[in-house]
Structures are given as C-alpha cells and as structure tokens.
C-alpha cells in the first residue's frame, strides 16, 4: 500500500454490486461516532464511551443523473427505502490496490433526489446512519482493507497475503460486490498463521452464487472469533471461468 494524501478521484464507489464511481461526483462524510457515557460528571476531562457501540453513515451520494434502462444510476438507485451494500475504495495517490482502507457496511437509502436547471442534472441520494456498526451484524468499525481491488479472477489465488500485523480474537466481517460473471463461484477470505500459500485456510466465504453485475453481501464471524496475522481472496470456481469483483475485510479489534 503506498501512503501519503490521497484525493476524491483516487476514490472508487461500489453499491449493490454495481460500479458507480463513473457517476459519483462526491460522497460522505464517512463517519463513525461514539456517544459520551450519559452518567458522567460534566467536569471529567475524559468522558466514557460504549467502545463497541458506534454510530456509522456513508452520508449522501451526490451524483451525475443517468437514465440508462439498467445500469444508469436513475435506474439503480431511484427506490428509496432499500438497505444497500456498500463499499467505498480509497485509492492512496493511485486507484485502489490491495491493503488500501475500504469502508463497508449496509446502509438504508433514505431518498433520492433530482436537482439542476442546466446541464449537468445532478442525483441526491441520502443513507441513513446506522447504530449496530457498518455492516448492520454488531461490529462498530466500518473500516478494512481492500484484499481484492476491482478486477477480473480466473482461477484460484496462490499467491501470499496481506500482512495485518497481529492475529485478534474479535471477529470482522468480508463485503464483496460482484460487477460481472459467468456462472457460479464462491469468493472468500482466507487467514494464515505464515505468509506461505499452504499455510492459508478458509475465513469467510459468499457460499455459493450466480455471478454477474450486481450481486453483493456482508459475511460475518462472530464477535468473538480468533482471525490470523495474514489475510487473502481466494475463489472456487464452480461454473464461472472468469468472476470480476472488489473484496474488503474488517478486522475487529474491540
């Protein structure tokens, strides 16, 4: 992962397992907010928060409007009331490659609205907030690492991981979003103990599913499952020979 800043167009937008970053013109604010403990004394220095109870919002999605019958964002996104699964890439000076941050969760769609006089007409759409945590399964951090940036797989990974730096024992979860396939797969997050491709074993996984453009979900372990050091994608191809998709895991150390 290279460091440093990074800017809005390193960024990458995937909703319910379709590629949105061509309309998406800004988003946010990504947050994740702890309230102060209600039974603290006004002049503490520090107040107490619930560490595993967070407040999570992608916020809006502000957009260029689109009315291509299937994949425009008119035709997408115009329903509101749809809880959406959501992952956002941040590229680091360059578009998203593996171990950069991504932000995952499942977020209700509050509205959807059109704006602009002139060229461009513009698309609003509002997320609710969430208080279970991004993904909606319990886990406060919406943040992970990108372990598969968007791109076509055609056979199984042997290659070694991504070094997280520590094993934990407090779970995480996969969000994967699919934008094209060709029959049946399963994708999968696997951990190892050493950095070597026999070493790794199977995480989380899709289970089984029919692969093309729009298919996504959030696997979760428990709160209290032990993840190792190194973590990778891997798929098992069942009818597909070639599944393109974006995959991020977080971690959960609290």
């Given amino acids: 992962m290279t460091t440093g800043r990074t800017t809005l167009d390193k960024c990458r937008v995937y909703i319910d397992g379709y590629d949105l970053s061509g309309y998406t013109r800004s988003f946010g604010p990504l947050a994740c907010t702890f309230d102060e403990g209600i039974d603290d004394a006004i002049n503490k220095q520090v107040k107490g928060v619930l560490p595993g109870n967070a407040t999570v919002g992608m916020g809006a999605l502000n957009g260029i409007f689109d009315n291509t019958a299937t994949s425009g964002i008119h035709a997408l996104l115009a329903s509101p009331a749809v809880k959406r699964t959501v992952l956002i890439a941040v590229g680091i000076q360059a578009a998203p490659a593996n171990n950069d941050p991504a932000f995952c969760g499942q977020f209700q769609q509050g509205d959807y609205m059109i704006g602009g006089d002139d060229n461009p007409v513009t698309a609003t759409i509002q997320f609710a907030n969430t ?25 199984a990974n042997s290659a070694t991981g991504l070094d997280q730096l520590a094993a934990s024992t407090h779970g995480g979860y996969m969000c994967y979003q699919v934008t094209a396939g060709n029959g049946t797969a399963a994708i999968k997050v696997q951990d190892a103990e050493a950095n070597e491709d026999g070493s790794f074993g199977d995480l989380l996984s899709s289970g089984v599913i029919t692969c093309g453009e729009g298919v996504s979900g959030i ?36």
């Fill in 219 to 254: 696997v979760s372990l428990a709160p209290t499952a032990s993840v190792k050091r190194y973590v990778r994608w891997q798929i098992a191809l069942g009818t597909a020979t070639s599944v393109t998709f974006a995959l991020a895991f977080c971690r959960s150390y609290i």
């Fill in 131 to 155: 208080a279970s945590g991004g993904s909606n399964l319990n886990y406060a951090n919406p943040w992970g690492a990108l372990i598969h940036a968007l791109a076509a797989a055609t056979a």
